[in-house]
């Protein structure tokens, strides 16, 4: 039964982690929703992204993407939707159209041609889908809304249960020289991890993956460490996901740290999220707590006390920054000082040490991001490049906005 993942409005509320890469391509834990359906054996055969994610999303995934016609039995799954949260076979079984809905979101089902056009072109456009104009049976699922994400804090929610499912194990790996504590197995096969190390697992597992290298620190399960990913001495990593090929040391808690990204300094990153090709520099720390112990907002409540801040894919902080509770840094923007507010993307922020906010020119943006992804052995091709000039464009309005000038950067 064919599985075609599609995009809803509310890549809006995950912005702007969601501007570079599609809902299903966003890590909840150490998988993303798409990775998650590939881990069970049911890989999308095709998907449905906004315009300027096309060619970058099927270069990811090597699947068809907006193809303009699916099969009559394609099985459509909103790509903020836990693909765990439903039964899949049952589902390929039932032989006539149908929607599983909540809230006005359009979580899973079988559509017509007219309901698939519809789907399509609504997220294609980035669009709301108008789930009562769908010509077919109807439900709503309490039990899967619960595995739906809406906003950037749910990641941050769902954080240490994603974890904890990710990486269980039937039994660990013989680690000689490191100190195991508690009965969750700790698994590291092909990894170097060296004496002294403090694997942590009496509250979950912990996964090291092929070529990563740890030095004498200590990582608390349920943790996963990507594979080619070297851990520098003395870090202190707990119930966090860091990806493949990154450079980490100081204190990471709680805390998504994405694939290619180096926090390789002192600091604390707690209860944040960190996208691709993020670099922070020396001393960079996050606020996860206010001091009266109360909810963080982020435009509104977002029902918890511990919340960081939402860093994009290539996004930089210069040595020293300090990044308030709940900001959402833009793509490609770089940040000095003291940092209050919401970044927009591709912005030099100098606020926090008295200079003017002022815009990176997307020539450096680009010419920068070319020169940093040969060192993880990558290469920029002509869509992501693309996919960058599309961003900048689309972020125009949200710069002048928050008065972000054009014009030089200087200290």
């Not at 095709?46 to 394609?74: I, Q, Y």
């Not at 020396?282 to 707590?289: K, V």
Request: aromatic share 8%; hydrophobic share 35%; charged share 20%.
């Amino acid at each position: 039964m064919p599985l075609v993942l599609f995009e809803d409005h509310h890549w809006r509320n995950l912005a702007p982690l969601t501007l570079t890469r599609a809902t299903f391509d966003v890590k909840a834990g150490a998988r993303t929703f798409f990775e998650e359906c590939v881990y069970a054996n049911n890989p999308p055969n095709s998907a449905m992204v906004r315009k300027h994610l096309e060619k970058v999303t099927a270069e990811r995934h090597g699947c068809k993407v907006n193809p303009g016609s699916f099969d009559s039995d394609a099985i459509f799954v909103n790509g903020l939707l836990h693909p765990a949260t439903l039964d899949f076979s049952r589902l390929s079984q039932v032989s006539h159209t149908f929607a599983i809905t909540s809230g006005g979101r359009l979580l899973a089902g079988r559509l017509p041609k007219k309901g698939a056009e519809h789907l399509q072109k609504c997220a294609f456009e980035g669009k709301p889908v108008n789930t009562k104009s769908l010509a077919v049976d109807k439900t709503t699922n309490v039990e899967s809304s619960e595995g739906l994400l809406a906003e950037p804090w749910d990641l941050i929610r769902v954080l240490e249960n994603a974890l904890a499912m990710q990486t269980v194990a039937e039994q660990g790996s013989e680690i000689p020289g490191a100190r195991i504590i508690g009965a969750n197995p700790v698994v590291a096969e092909g990894a170097n991890v060296e004496e002294g190390t403090v694997l942590d697992a009496r509250q979950g597992s912990i996964y090291i993956g092929a070529g990563a290298s740890v030095a004498p620190c200590r990582i608390t399960g349920p943790a996963y460490i990507g594979m080619q990913t070297q851990v520098k001495q003395f870090a202190k990593i707990e119930k966090s996901y860091v990806g493949r090929d990154c450079r980490v040391a100081g204190e990471i808690e709680h805390s998504i740290i994405s694939d290619y990204s180096n926090k390789a300094h002192d600091g604390f990153v707690g209860h944040s999220y960190v996208g691709e090709w993020a670099n922070l520099g020396a001393m960079t720390t996050t606020s996860d707590l206010k001091m009266t112990y109360g909810n963080i907002k982020m435009g509104r409540d977002t029902g918890l006390n511990k919340v960081g801040s939402f860093f994009s894919d290539m996004s930089k902080t210069s040595i020293g920054t300090l990044v308030y509770s709940g900001r959402r840094i833009g793509v490609s923007s770089h940040l000095h000082g003291l940092v209050a507010r919401d970044v927009p993307s591709f912005t030099i922020y100098g606020s926090g040490i008295g200079s003017k906010n002022a815009e990176l020119e997307l020539a450096s943006a680009i010419e920068t991001q070319r020169k940093v992804m040969p060192r993880r052995g990558q290469s920029m091709s002509k869509a992501y490049e693309q996919m960058m000039k599309d961003v900048f464009l689309a972020t125009a309005q949200e710069r002048k906005k928050a008065g972000v000038r054009k014009g030089k950067f200087s200290i």
